[in-house]
């Protein structure tokens, strides 16, 4: 099946440093990339859309400047969290869509990155 | 906008009983659907999942039924595993041209032996 790796798993990091999330399909081509947010108890949130050579797609209230996207290759995808603060503590998780024939709507999710920000 | 409704777990259940988490959705036009799974220390991993009004998907003996007129999609399972204890997210995807999905919040599911 198709695979999504994230990298890292957790990280904790002081208040006002950067911090870069990586996104993978290990083997599939996706040409589309999605970025959700989850805080506990609550359900995964779209922060944004990525395509392959193109500018993210962010929905309402997500601040792109705050969260940079960077979608390079076929197969990563990066989520930088600029000037980081301890509200942006969460569970972010990616998903990939293939393009590939029979896949139609399905996102394949990657296992999510801890964030705790100090 | 777009909004989906699940109950809220923890549900606890024994070995071999039978299973319904419900959910609702708000959407406009006509959304798919879907049921996700996460066991522990996975990502999420689609279940099943149905594109128009009256189809039923399933998989692994989990079933759900696209219904138009109550806006529901409810996951039912005849006898449940102990395997199958997990957090299920309901979700849809609009009818329009976006990609991203709506989520529930989740229920965790526990099975007892």
């Known amino acids: 099946g198709a695979v999504v790796s994230q990298h890292p798993s957790r990280v904790i990091c002081k208040s006002g440093t950067s911090v870069k999330i990586e996104c993978r399909s290990l083997?599939?081509?996706?040409?589309?990339m999605f970025w959700y947010r989850q805080f506990p108890k609550k359900s995964l949130m779209l922060m944004a859309t990525s395509n392959e050579g193109s500018k993210a797609t962010y929905e309402q209230g997500v601040e792109k400047d705050k969260f940079l996207i960077n979608h390079a290759s076929l197969t990563l995808s990066t989520l930088t969290v600029t000037s980081a603060h301890p509200e942006d503590s969460s569970f972010y998780i990616c998903?990939?869509?293939?393009?590939?024939?029979?896949?139609?709507?399905?996102?394949?999710f990657g296992p999510g990155t801890r964030l705790t920000v100090l | 906008g777009n909004s989906v409704t699940q109950m809220e777990g923890p549900v606890t259940l024994s070995e071999e009983a039978f299973l319904t988490i419900n959910c609702t959705y708000t959407?406009?036009?006509?959304?798919?659907l879907f049921w996700y799974v996460q066991y522990p220390g996975e990502g999420l991993q689609l279940l099943l999942k149905?594109?128009?009004?009256?189809d039923k998907g399933s998989n692994k003996g989990f079933e759900a039924t696209y219904r138009k007129e109550t806006t529901s999609f409810h996951l039912e399972k005849g006898s449940v595993q102990v395997s199958d204890s997990a957090v299920y997210f309901c979700?849809?995807?609009?009818?329009?041209?976006?990609?991203?999905?709506?989520f529930g919040k989740g229920t965790h599911l526990i099975i007892q032996p």
């Open positions: 998903s990939a869509r293939s393009q590939a024939a029979g896949r139609y709507n399905e996102q394949f």
């Open positions: 149905a594109t128009k009004a009256d």
């Open positions: 959407a406009t036009g006509y959304p798919s």
């Open positions: 979700a849809l995807k609009s009818g329009g041209g976006a990609d991203g999905l709506t």
């Open positions: 083997d599939f081509q996706a040409t589309t």
